[in-house]
């Protein structure tokens, strides 16, 4: 990986917790497959490290992460291009986080976009700012959600995923708690202590319980059917001829326009979850 993706994903070890930092305010902290990559890597080294027990995940800026990088989004809704039949395979298993051993807290503020709320799914635990919207109206721009949305269906009622999948929008902090998709809401003044609050708390369990409550949790959920879910959804194309309408107009006039000529006529009281 090369000095962007290190650019763009700070770390660095305050005691026994690995603070992992989104560092792209300039858009947003829009995520990139490098930026995955570097993240999971980072999952790799801390697994290894007997000094960390728990990484906190955070984003520098207004807002926690915008999604996933546009720039990419349009370059795989091209089917014809490198891009389309080639990335799927990118989808296919379940996340590097899934399998970390240690624990796991993300502290998350301002927007959450489609990309960070699935990179977000195979958390142990979630602090939320209350001013924090979960954004996924990427279904009313032409796309569906991807395969790693599935670990959400995991985790919400039936219909509400049919509604993200079918026709997107956003859940706030008050509606996220009462989903148990976030532990704690709090005055984004007071995310990042309270977060720290939870890291070290969590830091203080042994090791190897940790691990066993992950592990054999996890298990009963593959068991369940999640790995056999998440090689199904991967083999369903998430982009139509819609799509690629919408990615040529978004060439043309840029995506907050294109954006909003999509949504144009939407009910966003229906939107919101």
Known sequence: ??????????????????????????????????????????????EDDKNVRVVVLSGEGPVFTAGHDLN??????????????????YMRTLPRAWFFSKGLIAAVHGYVGPMGSILLAPFDFIIAADTVRFNLVI????SSLPSHSDLLAFQVPMRVMLKMRMMGGFIDASTAAQ?????????????????MRWADELSKVPTEQVRAAKTTTHRVYELMGLAAVMTAGSQVSGHSGEDKEFWDRVAE??????????QAGRDMGIAKV
């Open 253 to 262: 006039i840029g995506v907050r326009q294109a954006a909003a000529e999509r």
């Open 1 to 46: 990986m090369g000095d962007e993706s290190a650019r763009h994903i700070l770390a660095n070890r305050e005691g026994a917790i690995l603070h992992v930092r989104l560092n792209r305010p300039e858009v947003r902290n829009a995520i990139t497959h490098q930026m995955v990559d570097r993240f999971n890597a980072l999952l790799d080294d801390a």
């Open 179 to 195: 989903l148990h998709l976030v532990q704690r809401v709090v005055p984004e003044t007071e995310l990042l202590a309270e977060t």
């Open 139 to 142: 279904s009313q721009v032409g």
């Open 72 to 89: 990419e989004v349009k370059f795989e809704t091209d089917s014809t291009g490198p891009g389309g039949p080639q990335s799927q395979p």
